[in-house]
T-cell receptor
Framework: NAGVTQTPKFQVLKTGQSMTLQCAQD?????MYWYRQDPGMGLRLIYY???????DKGEVPNGYNVSRLNKREFSLRLESAAPSQTSVYFC????????????FGPGTRLTVT | QQQVKQSPQSLIVQKGGISIINCAYE??????FPWYQQFPGKGPALLIA?????SEKKEGRFTISFNKSAKQFSLHIMDSQPGDSATYFC???????????FGQGTELSVKP
């Protein structure tokens, strides 16, 4: 079992370019999450999907879109990258909605120049 | 708004010592309080978690102390080891889609 996988591991973009971060899980979990991690700010929720077919905004959704393609896959899209989106992005999964452990992927380090 | 405040930002402890990290939260509706551990270049991983119906939970060298009236909880690492050197995050969760709200993180360094 691979758990939670993310691609790519590293990416450098120029301002204005677009890209999609991919996340896949083989844990049969219902809920999936996208976070960004910045120094001194912890992890902040961008978007989440409580179940297949649903998505909701988190704390910092501006500049991002998501797609819950199926139960396994949850992608994060940057339509027009900005330097402020330079960060490490983590995908996480959770079995249900209430007080379950979240399992994190290895992260994608994104730099926008 | 900062719903979870974590301190200290960094901590240096000698091998064998006790590491203590604190978190304070605002919303009394939160009912799940996990601590995550993150090593460099890796994603966070659940270390230990507590619910508000108990005041303390211990797993090996790791203990969560929970003070519901003060809206505070802390992580104690007994007999700290160099392998415990990592960043630790507290988090809170309530009945809102399983979302976690994380603290700012504490970088722990255990010196041999």
């Amino acid at each position: 079992n691979a758990g939670v996988t993310q691609t790519p591991k590293f990416q450098v973009l120029k301002t204005g370019q677009s890209m999609t971060l991919q996340c896949a899980q083989d844990m049969n979990h219902n809920s999936m999450y996208w976070y960004r991690q910045d120094p001194g700010m912890g992890l902040r929720l961008i978007y989440y999907s409580a179940s297949e077919g649903t998505t909701d905004k988190g704390e910092v959704p501006n500049g991002y879109n998501v797609s819950r393609l199926n139960k396994r896959e949850f992608s994060l899209r940057l339509e027009s990258a900005a330097p402020s989106q330079t960060s490490v992005y983590f995908c996480a999964t959770q079995l249900g909605l209430q007080g379950y452990e979240q399992y994190f992927g290895p992260g994608t380090r994104l730099t926008v120049t | 708004q900062q719903q979870v405040k974590q301190s200290p930002q960094s901590l240096i402890v000698q091998k064998g010592g006790i590491s203590i990290i604190n978190c304070a939260y605002e919303n009394t509706a939160f009912d799940y309080f996990p601590w995550y551990q993150q090593f460099p270049g890796k994603g966070p991983a659940l270390l230990i978690a507590i619910r508000p119906d108990v005041s303390e939970k211990k797993e090996g060298r790791f203990t969560i102390s929970f003070n519901k009236s003060a809206k505070q909880f802390s992580l104690h690492i007994m007999d700290s080891q160099p392998g415990d050197s990592a960043t630790y995050f507290c988090a809170v969760s309530g009945n809102q889609g399983g979302k976690l709200i994380f603290g700012q993180g504490t970088e722990l360094s255990v010196k041999p």
